[in-house]
């Protein structure tokens, strides 16, 4: 039994309880005391009676004496003959009062029993409406439950605005038109120009999707309707339908107004890409997503948002002018819109003096809007744990170590093998971002061991923002996934396991520089990748290779031979800096991590007038 079927329950029979009581009242007479009639008599011969009062029932002769004695005692008496007892009190020269006969209650008899049925029936009506409005109890819920779950937001409840939304100036800008059209639509109407009906927000998770389209209906000043793909899609065929269709009627009663659908691609996949044997409940609501937003139907004043990172997989129906005609890419933020989106976090954080929030711009790179809130979050908390109550840039450091590697495990005991094993490989991963003009500097080496369950790592600092990958950026990345493994090998003549997600990272670079971005001299610009982001097992089920075996040999080959000619690349190169690598292996044993200053000042020890890094390394294939 709900909470709120229990409440009723108890206010009913509290009810009918008072009722009862009221009637009780109403009707109760005086209980028998224990007088008799011979007692009466007894008294009546003594002389010891003062007063009689006779008191006539309804239904006579029937009623009571009410008796008061000298002494000033009352007694009552209960008889079956008022008139034989009124004779008996005058033969005794007492002359009785005589009540009259009591009328019968028009409220008991009338009024009360029409009260206590209109009572009831009024409870129970208020009960069965209380029921459907909020859903409870299972008739409740099935009469809801084609219901939209879209969740309304008026305008003047919606806070956010575009100017807290930092780090998207772009998007914003495109987004700008459709503010104005909902504040002025006269304006556009004018000159014939039909607002977008759609816009789809792409990109990856954390860019600031949701955020977006909430501060363009604050902004507009518009109702705001919310929903999740994942809220339309029922076990029970024909509900997502029914929910689309609520939904939307319910936006046309709030017209102008925006509909926010946050991961479409829940809803709105492919179609045709199943194995059958499973109901078309997604399809069916997406047909009818796809009917309301460009069908018969008219729909002005509503405009659909819409958030995904996997518009890959979306119907292509839905992605047509006319529905989503807008497709807007949230990219990550570049340094300029890290520094700002920093700047917009750290407004109810204190800071320390020594916080640069540009520098921590600057070593972010690649980070969303959401992975630099954690970073300050998190920062934070190292401040509380502290007990601080400002943020430091050591709290800051902290927080990036974590979010970007993974939480140290100080107190994981190592032998002392493994970690001479660790600082050399560590170390050899260390010299390669150095030497190499496009993958460093270094930012941090540690030996210490992580959540992520790495031994040790390797931190590099990203200087500047890439739009692209160039072929010679590419080949030295896979030198310096090799380089610990290299180091292990020179130093003890032998090889661990550590290095194989090292090992798995340059396979994959190589790989992809030959099937999918042309860059072997063999193989030729052509793309021969096999799509390993499919998601649709009916289709990857029956997917070919689009390569015969023969060029998956040459593939295989070309793979073979980027590895092969980075591995000796990179190999050269720390046998030239090998004292550079036992000094930096011996400093990482003692202090157990070093930073960028006292990594550099190795190199400043040994090469005192280094010659420019990499200007003899050649990167080609």
């Known amino acids: 039994m709900s909470r709120n079927n229990r409440g009723f329950y108890l206010y009913f029979v509290v009810i ?34 003062a007063r009689v009062d006779i008191c006539p029932n309804k239904d006579t002769p029937t009623g009571s004496l009410e008796i008061t004695l000298k002494n000033g005692e009352e007694k009552v008496l209960y008889v079956t003959d008022v008139t034989e007892m009124e004779e008996l009190v005058r033969s005794y020269n007492i002359d009785p009062a005589v009540q009259d006969v009591p009328q019968e209650s028009w409220f008991l008899n009338s009024i009360l029993p029409i009260l206590i049925v209109v009572i009831v029936c009024v409870f129970f009506f208020a009960m069965m409406n209380a029921q459907n409005a909020g859903g409870g109890g299972s008739n409740g819920k099935m009469m809801n439950f084609g219901k939209s779950r879209a969740r309304l937001t008026m305008g003047s409840e919606n806070k956010i605005t575009l100017e807290e939304v930092a780090g998207l100036k772009e998007e914003k800008e495109e ?11 006269g304006k556009f109407t004018k000159v014939g120009a039909r607002i977008p009906k759609g816009v789809l927000l792409e990109g990856a998770p954390g860019t600031g999707k949701t955020l977006l389209a909430k501060a363009i209906a604050g902004e507009a000043n518009v109702p705001f309707f919310s929903i999740s793909g994942s809220d339309f899609v029922e076990m029970f065929v024909g509900v997502g339908a029914s929910r689309v269709r609520d939904m939307f009627a319910e936006a046309k009663r709030h017209a102008p107004c925006i509909i926010f659908i946050d991961e479409i691609d829940a809803v709105a996949r492919r179609r045709g890409t199943g194995m059958g044997g499973g109901h078309d409940e997604r399809e069916q609501t997406l047909n009818q997503l796809l009917v309301e937003m460009d069908g018969f139907g008219v729909n002005e004043g509503i405009i659909v948002m819409a958030a995904t990172n996997r518009v890959d997989i979306l119907d292509p129906a839905i992605l047509r002018p006319g529905r989503f005609d807008r497709k807007i890419t949230v990219a990550s933020p570049d340094v300029r819109g ?49 007990k601080r109550v400002f943020v430091k840039q050591e709290d800051i450091k902290k927080a990036f170590i974590k979010v970007g590697i993974g939480a140290e495990k100080k107190s994981r005991i190592i032998s002392d093998k493994e970690k001479k094993i660790t600082a050399y490989h560590e170390a050899g991963h260390a010299i390669l971002f150095h030497v190499l003009p496009d993958v460093g500097p270094v930012y941090t080496v540690s030996i210490i061991p992580t959540g992520l369950g790495a031994a040790g790592y390797t931190m590099p600092l990203p200087e500047k923002d890439e739009m692209f990958m160039t072929k010679g950026k590419m080949l030295q990345d896979i030198m310096v996934s090799l380089g610990g493994r290299i180091a292990e090998e020179i130093i003890f003549d032998d090889i661990t396991t550590g290095a194989s997600s090292d090992i798995k990272k340059a396979t994959k670079r190589a790989r992809a520089m030959v099937t999918r971005y042309g860059m072997s001299d063999h193989i030729g610009i052509i793309n021969y990748d096999d ?34 000619d980075c591995y000796q690349k990179a190999k050269d190169i720390i046998m030239e800096h090998e004292d550079v690598l036992h000094k930096c292996a011996e400093l990482l044993l003692e202090k157990e991590k070093i930073n960028r200053a006292e990594f550099e000042a190795l190199f400043d020890t040994y090469y005192p007038q280094p010659e420019e890094p990499g200007a003899e390394i050649k990167t080609e294939g």
């Not at 009221?22 to 010891?48: A, D, M, P």
């Not at 987004?175 to 639509?185: A, G, N, R, S």
């Not at 407004?347 to 929030?357: A, E, I, S, T």
């Not at 990857?540 to 590895?563: F, M, R, T, Y």
Request: charged content about 25%; proline content about 2%.
């Open 16 to 49: 009918i309880g008072l009722l009862l009581f009221t009637v009780w009242i109403g009707t109760l007479q005086v209980q028998h005391s224990g007088y008799t009639r011979g007692q009466f008599e007894v008294q009546l011969k003594n002389g010891e009676v």
């Open 175 to 185: 987004l700008q038109e459709i503010v104005e059209f909902l504040k002025d639509p």
């Open 338 to 386: 890290r520094e700002d989106i920093l700047k917009v976090h750290a407004r109810n954080k204190p800071l320390g003096d020594d916080v640069d929030l540009q520098q921590i711009a600057q070593t972010t790179a690649g980070f969303t809007g959401a992975d630099l809130e954690n970073l300050l979050n998190e920062a934070a908390i190292n401040a509380a744990m502290d």
């Open 531 to 564: 799509d390993d982001d499919e998601v649709f097992i009916g289709r990857d089920l029956a997917h070919a290779k689009n390569h015969s075996e023969l060029i998956s040999g040459e593939i295989d080959k070309e793979v073979k031979l980027i590895i092969d």
